[in-house]
């Protein structure tokens, strides 16, 4: 049964995932044989709307998937700005590290998403944070020469 409530997931099927959790709430929860869960998924798959059900049905908000990565870092690394806003008003942690150390901000800053790491500092990002490789977000946008990013991290 996971397994087709994740394909729904997926597929953005926003009736069938509610039907399913409401028949089945431990799906909330669950994980996927990629360690993801259902919140993980959903926002990794710009699904706003399940996103929202799943968080007002007890989806864990800071739980990880296989490589430690919780919901709002997939958004920072995606760049979905609207999920990124929902996740923090539902106080999803700023300053994780995933298994390689890598933060949300940090993520914004390797795959370039300016309007979400002006979101995460100021909502209180530490970007002083570095990752398992000893570099910090400013030092990733300085690698790629992203000039606002720097601006705004220094």
Do not use: W
């Not at 909330?28 to 926002?43: M, Q, V, Y």
């Not at 996740?87 to 901000?105: D, F, P, S, V, Y």
């Not at 914004?108 to 909502?123: M, V």
């Not at 002083?128 to 606002?148: V, Y």
């Amino acid at each position: 049964m996971n397994e087709f409530f994740f394909k729904a997931i997926r597929e953005g099927n926003f009736n069938e995932v509610r039907a399913m959790s409401e028949k089945n709430p431990v799906l909330i929860n669950s994980k996927d044989l990629r360690g993801s869960t259902p919140l993980i998924l959903a926002t990794y798959y710009d699904e706003m709307e399940i996103a929202i059900l799943l968080l007002d049905n007890g989806a864990k908000i800071d739980a990880v998937d296989a490589s430690g990565n919780t919901a709002l870092m997939g958004v920072c690394f995606k760049g979905f700005t609207d999920i990124a806003k929902l996740l923090i008003e539902k106080e999803a942690q700023l300053n994780g590290r995933n298994a390689m150390g890598a933060t949300c901000l940090i993520y914004s800053a390797q795959f370039n998403r300016l309007e979400i790491a002006k979101l995460l500092i100021a909502n209180g990002a530490d970007k002083t944070i570095k990752d398992n490789r000893g570099s910090s977000a400013l030092d990733h946008a300085k690698i790629q020469g992203l000039s606002a990013f720097i601006d705004l991290l220094e």
